[in-house]
């Protein structure tokens, strides 16, 4: 394996030979010329080398290596790769060799406090990089941090966060705290390697200081999911009466629903076609024909989204289906909902942010 100063552990002698004729190296190379050969032959084949897991020393030297070679015969280049791909075919099992890689190997094998533990001990001492570790800790946990830390510590969070997951919890801080934090990242472009591992270790302490939840997931997002499924009658009154007893709670939860009706105000028009391709027709129909007047909307939405080859098709259906029974509308309006829901959280599509009737 090239680890940097050659193929492995072994050695193969020094370099003692030197140029022919030819102008050609001779056969006698050592470990880290022949792991720039097997490099430089990869490279020249179309190989995509990501050489960025090396350390930095051992990356810097391979270059240098490369940069000091000039030419080789073809024996010597062929009898470099059979040596090489003799010691690859001996290996019998590769590890990680660190503990991000080990707990990528066991995910779903190791309970979630485990693996948040070792985690954290390997942020903590050193064995891993911090930043990491901060990549996964939830959106609402990494919005307390933003809070609680230093607007320029809350600046260097986001600008080492992957940029969707730095704007879905952009998305969660007050304007004001966003619009600082926004701008001490203008400040901290020039941050060095030293004080960035540091900053991820005070974040990483920070953030298991935080109260942790015995209950995965807010209130708010555990009722909007129940009454995304339940019965619509059951869904407008429990909505009614949460605005008697928490208007704002209630507002929230209205905000996280995602229901037929709200498919208008939610959904582009451009991703109609492609929901609709992972949905079954009879389904589609059945939710379209037991729509009332109320989710009439939701019905023209739909189809005004497709080509009208395609809609008249779909209203002919429609008017062919006749009656739907409340029960059937409601499982079909359902699976529809549940479809969006999965191609939402696959990457497939984006909802539109929710608004409540007052934000409108």
């Known amino acids: 394996?090239?680890?940097?100063?050659?193929?492995?552990?072994?050695?193969?002698?020094?370099?003692?030979?030197?140029?022919?004729?030819?102008?050609?190296?001779?056969?006698?190379l050592t470990s880290r010329q022949k792991a720039a050969v097997v490099v430089r032959y990869l490279l020249a084949e179309g190989a995509d080398l990501d050489l960025s897991a090396l350390p930095p020393s051992a990356q810097a030297a391979l270059a240098e290596e490369i940069a000091s070679m000039d030419l080789i015969d073809r024996d010597t280049r062929d009898s470099v790769i059979e040596e090489f791909c003799t010691q690859i075919e001996a290996v019998g099992l590769h590890f990680p060799g660190t503990i991000d890689g080990a707990l990528s190997l066991l995910d779903g094998h190791l309970s979630e406090a485990t693996s948040s533990r070792l985690r954290r001990m390997a942020a903590l001492s050193g064995a891993s990089d911090p930043w990491q570790r901060i990549a996964t800790l939830p959106a609402n946990m990494l919005a307390e941090l933003a809070r609680t830390e230093a607007c320029e510590i809350a600046a260097v969070m986001f600008q080492k966060l992957p940029v969707p997951r730095a704007a879905e919890v952009f998305g969660q801080l007050e304007p004001e705290l966003a619009r600082q934090i926004a701008y001490a990242m203008s400040l901290t472009g020039g941050i060095e390697l030293?004080?960035?591992?540091?900053?991820?270790?005070?974040?990483?302490?920070?953030?298991?200081?935080?109260?942790?939840?015995?209950?995965?997931?807010g209130p708010v997002e555990k009722v909007g999911a129940i009454l995304n499924f339940s019965l619509a009658s059951t869904r407008d009154a429990v909505l009614a009466g949460l605005d008697d007893d928490d208007a704002q709670f209630a507002e929230h939860v209205r905000k996280a629903i995602f229901t037929w009706s709200n498919i208008p105000v939610r959904i582009d028009p451009r991703d109609i076609p492609r929901i609709i391709r992972e949905i079954d027709g009879i389904t589609l129909?059945?939710?379209?024909?037991?729509?009332?007047?109320?989710?009439?909307?939701?019905?023209?939405?739909?189809?005004?989204?497709?080509?009208?080859?395609?809609a008249?098709?779909?209203?002919?259906?429609?008017?062919?289906?006749?009656?739907?029974?409340?029960?059937?509308?409601?499982?079909?309006?359902?699976?529809?909902?549940?479809?969006i829901r999965r191609m939402e959280?696959?990457?497939?599509?984006?909802?539109?942010?929710?608004?409540?009737?007052e934000d409108s």
């Open 345 to 357: 959280a696959a990457g497939d599509l984006f909802l539109i942010a929710g608004e409540t009737d």
């Open 285 to 310: 129909t059945r939710a379209m024909a037991g729509s009332g007047q109320k989710d009439q909307p939701t019905v023209e939405f739909i189809l005004a989204a497709l080509s009208t080859r395609l």
């Open 1 to 28: 394996m090239i680890d940097g100063s050659g193929f492995g552990a072994g050695s193969f002698g020094g370099f003692d030979g030197g140029f022919d004729e030819g102008g050609f190296v001779s056969r006698v």
């Open 312 to 339: 008249d098709t779909m209203r002919e259906d429609i008017t062919a289906m006749g009656k739907v029974s409340t029960k059937d509308t409601e499982e079909a309006m359902n699976t529809v909902v549940a479809t």
């Open 194 to 217: 030293p004080a960035l591992r540091r900053i991820g270790l005070a974040l990483v302490h920070a953030a298991d200081l935080l109260p942790q939840p015995a209950l995965e997931g």
